[in-house]
């Protein structure tokens, strides 16, 4: 999770800024997910050009258990796609023997539990019956093998990386919303955010700005989402028409990606994960 400081930062003229700047220049649906694929496609070049030859970094990945089901599958493609099969299998190697050594270590810890439940002797009969009645030490054991095996979601090195990434650009979005004549004409004219992007947002600027900046930020994010929902829906109702076979020579105009769209719309970009942003309380 990405803890937000509460002082209010002054945003400067930064590679950053242009590139927020840019992004909702696009006409992406939601501009921050464009910003947050591109962090995702650099995080995957550095893997592979830089993360792979250096020691730190491939024991980082070590101690983290390796990467999420979504990053591993999306590096095995960025692998094959770009001739990196022999990289990806050095740091394979290396998570492999991490979990062997895991598993090697459980083994040894419950050889006598084990034991136990193959022994045939009377006294062994009996233990398996207390065990039949209280098997919390089977549950334990069960729990163990989870924690010292199981993949933990939350360490993975992509998602921590674009997590922060994520928190940064939504920073700088408050910020420039507040501080920038130019962006705000921007912004006027882009496409608005995904939904969970515009939920984070607006709470990260009721935390950060004055009750008047905080006012008029929401004004913007709730007239710019039901501009661009109004849009959606009604390009959703042309892709759905021209489906019909009377409509069928008519072809398709801006509509024709409109599912796409409107899946990203609603749900954000897949890589990044649920959002969690810190709540009052926290």
């Known amino acids: 999770m990405f803890n937000y400081p509460n002082e209010v930062i002054v945003v400067e003229p930064t590679i950053l800024t242009a590139d927020m700047e840019a992004a909702f220049r696009t006409g992406k649906e939601c501009p921050l997910c464009h910003l947050i694929e591109r962090v995702e496609n650099r995080f995957l070049e ?3 050009s ?3 030859m250096d020691r730190w970094s491939r024991d980082k990945i ?3 258990r390796g990467f999420c089901r979504y990053h591993s599958y ?3 493609r960025f692998a094959e796609a770009h001739s990196e099969r022999l990289g990806l299998g050095l740091v394979l190697e290396n ?3 991490d979990r062997l050594q895991a598993i090697e270590n459980l083994r040894k810890d419950s050889s006598s539990l084990i034991d136990l439940l193959r022994r045939k002797d009377l006294k062994a009969i009996l233990e398996r019956r207390l065990l039949r009645k209280n098997p919390e030490s089977l549950r334990r054991f069960a729990r ?3 924690a010292r095996l199981g993949y933990v979601e939350t360490q993975c090195p992509a998602c921590l990386h674009l997590l922060e990434s994520n928190g940064s650009y939504v920073e700088i979005l408050i910020q420039m919303m507040v501080q920038s004549d130019t962006f705000k004409e921007v912004l006027k004219e882009s496409s608005g955010l995904c939904l969970p992007h515009l939920v984070e947002a607006t709470q990260v600027a009721s935390r950060r700005l004055d009750q008047r900046s905080f006012a008029s930020v929401l004004k913007t994010f709730l007239t710019l989402q039901a501009s661009s929902f109004t849009r959606i829906k009604f390009e959703l109702s042309e892709f759905i028409t021209k489906h019909d076979f ?3 020579n008519e072809g398709f105009g801006s509509e024709v990606d409109v599912v796409e769209r409107g899946i990203l719309k609603l749900i954000g970009t897949s890589n990044l994960g649920p ?8």
């Not at 959002?275 to 926290?282: D, G």
Request: proline letters at 0%.
């Open 46 to 48: 550095a893997f592979f």
């Open 50 to 52: 830089e993360w792979i």
């Open 62 to 64: 070590i101690s983290s």
């Open 74 to 76: 999306r590096i095995l």
């Open 95 to 97: 998570l492999v023997n």
């Open 144 to 146: 163990e093998v989870g």
């Open 246 to 248: 009377r409509f069928a």
């Open 275 to 282: 959002i969690t942003v810190k709540s009052e309380s926290s």
